[in-house]
């Protein structure tokens, strides 16, 4: 894995061949429908993944589909996104043990806004032959009439067939609404409508989308008499079984920086396990085999250095928030692990600042005090209780064993001011190498 990684405008030398057999030795695809390798070896296709706007952000469960477009547009293929404006106002039954509590169009519309945001870090929209297209099905369904989609649409998919769908059949004890029976007929439109309007033969998504592609493979084939196609990609679960996106705490990781900071979608990276890391490079990684194997090798012989994780998280921060973003997120890293400096400290946004220690003690202190000035001593007794006693602060700074601010405190008359506040709140203190405390100056 190159430190600097290409851009997502560049593309791979790739036949169609080349590009299942890539997509294989990734572990990115886990069904496909007869005859798919042949129509993918007959020429450059169209494909598309849709993304239901049901949360503010993508998360970065959702990277897998996406990374499949990504290849596909790197192998010469036109790939689509769609948004769904109108689908996301009935949710999906599929991998959901209960109902979708269903969202206001408002919502709909401003998450659908930025998924479209998010998605151009993958796909390249322009300056290309074969530029990615984004497209909102809410553009085709808001002029469907009830009973002209029932007569035009659902005539062609009996209720047996329906059924037969896991998706269904997985729902039937807990309770379905037709809300969500319905589902498959709106996406298997999608593919119907973006055949016959933009020569898309190809869908792509999840293995627990299975069903819902293949009822627009069927649409297609009874509407239109068309030939479409389907490959999904295994749902990724951990190494300890927990589902991928999530942090130990439960947690989703989230592509909006406002929801995820660039420091703990880093970390989430970095902490990956072993096993897990070989897999997830394969996957999200945009560098080709032959520089991926070498990798792996050195990671296998050597998994104490976390090469791979290291590589995985840059390449995965820069590409979702930036270069400069990764940078901080790893001068983050070295002041938490390692040695770090006051003013790498002092750069860190509020935010990252809060995600680097939570869970670490905290105390509050009153801003007319910080204002007027704490002697060090009573600042780490009296006013915070990082040390039971003056006695005890004192042989503790005097054997120089605080920090504050990453900076060593050399002396006992040391006196702590709004000067030392970091972003205008907040005050470090560090016993020993590893012991931290937060103290929150409020008011």
């Given at each position: 894995?190159?430190?600097?990684?290409?851009?997502?405008?560049?593309?791979?030398?790739?036949?169609?061949?080349?590009?299942?057999?890539?997509?294989?030795?990734?572990?990115?695809?886990?069904?496909?429908?007869?005859?798919?390798?042949?129509?993918?070896?007959?020429?450059?296709?169209?494909?598309?993944?849709?993304?239901?706007?049901?949360?503010?952000?993508?998360?970065?469960?959702?990277?897998?589909?996406?990374?499949?477009?990504?290849?596909?547009?790197?192998?010469?293929?036109?790939?689509?996104?769609?948004?769904?404006?109108?689908?996301?106002?009935?949710?999906?039954?599929?991998?959901?043990?209960?109902?979708?509590?269903?969202?206001?169009?408002?919502?709909?519309?401003?998450?659908?806004?930025?998924?479209?945001?998010?998605?151009?870090?993958?796909?390249?929209?322009?300056?290309?032959?074969?530029?990615?297209?984004?497209?909102?099905?809410?553009?085709?369904?808001?002029?469907?009439?009830?009973?002209?989609?029932?007569?035009?649409?659902?005539?062609?998919?009996?209720?047996?067939?329906?059924?037969?769908?896991?998706?269904?059949?997985?729902?039937?004890?807990?309770?379905?609404?037709?809300?969500?029976?319905?589902?498959?007929?709106?996406?298997?439109?999608?593919?119907?409508?973006?055949?016959?309007?933009?020569?898309?033969?190809?869908?792509?998504?999840?293995?627990?989308?299975?069903?819902?592609?293949?009822?627009?493979?069927?649409?297609?084939?009874?509407?239109?008499?068309?030939?479409?196609?389907?490959?999904?990609?295994?749902?990724?679960?951990?190494?300890?079984?927990?589902?991928?996106?999530?942090?130990?705490?439960?947690?989703?990781?989230?592509?909006?920086?406002?929801?995820?900071?660039?420091?703990?979608?880093?970390?989430?990276w970095l902490n990956c396990a072993d096993d897990?890391?070989?897999?997830?490079?394969?996957?999200?990684?945009?560098?080709?085999?032959?520089?991926?194997?070498?990798?792996?090798?050195?990671?296998?012989?050597?998994?104490?250095?976390?090469?791979?994780?290291?590589?995985?998280?840059?390449?995965?921060?820069?590409?979702?928030?930036?270069?400069?973003?990764?940078?901080?997120?790893?001068?983050?890293?070295?002041?938490?692990?390692?040695?770090?400096?006051?003013?790498?400290?002092?750069?860190?946004?509020?935010?990252?600042?809060?995600?680097?220690?939570e869970g670490v003690p905290r105390s509050?202190?009153?801003?007319?005090?910080?204002?007027?000035?704490?002697?060090?001593?009573?600042?780490?007794?009296?006013?915070?209780?990082?040390?039971?006693?003056?006695?005890?602060?004192?042989?503790?700074?005097?054997?120089?064993?605080?920090?504050?601010?990453?900076?060593?405190?050399?002396?006992?008359?040391?006196?702590?001011?709004?000067?030392?506040?970091?972003?205008?709140?907040?005050?470090?203190?560090?016993?020993?190498?590893?012991?931290?405390?937060?103290?929150?100056?409020?008011?």
């Amino acid at each position: 894995m190159r430190r600097q990684t290409r851009t997502h405008t560049e593309r791979l030398p790739m036949t169609a061949p080349d590009l299942l057999d890539d997509l294989r030795w990734r572990g990115m695809v886990q069904d496909t429908t007869a005859d798919a390798d042949k129509k993918l070896a007959a020429g450059p296709i169209t494909v598309y993944v849709g993304f239901d706007p049901t949360a503010p952000s993508l998360q970065i469960g959702n990277l897998v589909p996406i990374m499949l477009l990504t290849h596909f547009q790197r192998a010469g293929h036109k790939p689509i996104a769609l948004v769904g404006g109108a689908t996301g106002m009935v949710g999906d039954p599929s991998g959901k043990s209960e109902e979708r509590v269903l969202q206001s169009i408002d919502s709909i519309r401003a998450n659908a806004d930025r998924f479209k945001t998010q998605l151009r870090k993958f796909l390249a929209f322009e300056g290309t032959s074969n530029a990615a297209e984004m497209v909102d099905n809410y553009d085709w369904f808001r002029e469907f009439g009830l009973l002209d989609f029932l007569r035009d649409v659902g005539k062609h998919l009996t209720v047996t067939y329906m059924m037969a769908k896991d998706s269904v059949q997985q729902r039937l004890q807990a309770g379905l609404s037709f809300t969500e029976f319905s589902y498959q007929l709106l996406q298997g439109y999608d593919f119907y409508w973006l055949y016959t309007n933009k020569n898309c033969t190809f869908q792509a998504g999840g293995s627990d989308q299975w069903g819902n592609i293949t009822a627009g493979t069927e649409l297609v084939r009874r509407m239109c008499g068309g030939e479409a196609h389907a490959l999904t990609c295994p749902l990724l679960t951990k190494a300890d079984g927990t589902k991928f996106g999530k942090t130990a705490a439960g947690e989703r990781i989230w592509l909006d920086a406002s929801m995820t900071s660039p420091y703990r979608f880093y970390q989430f990276w970095l902490n990956c396990a072993d096993d897990d890391a070989v897999r997830f490079v394969k996957i999200f990684s945009l560098s080709p085999r032959e520089e991926l194997e070498p990798l792996i090798a050195q990671h296998q012989a050597a998994p104490h250095t976390r090469i791979l994780q290291k590589a995985l998280a840059r390449e995965m921060t820069t590409r979702i928030h930036s270069e400069e973003e990764c940078r901080k997120a790893i001068d983050a890293s070295e002041i938490l692990f390692g040695g770090g400096t006051t003013e790498m400290l002092a750069q860190l946004s509020e935010a990252d600042l809060l995600a680097m220690f939570e869970g670490v003690p905290r105390s509050t202190v009153a801003r007319s005090e910080i204002d007027a000035g704490v002697g060090i001593v009573d600042f780490l007794s009296e006013k915070t209780g990082i040390f039971p006693s003056k006695g005890e602060a004192k042989r503790m700074l005097q054997s120089g064993g605080v920090s504050v601010n990453k900076a060593k405190v050399s002396g006992v008359d040391v006196v702590v001011t709004g000067e030392s506040l970091l972003s205008g709140k907040y005050v470090l203190v560090q016993k020993g190498k590893k012991n931290y405390h937060l103290v929150v100056v409020e008011g």
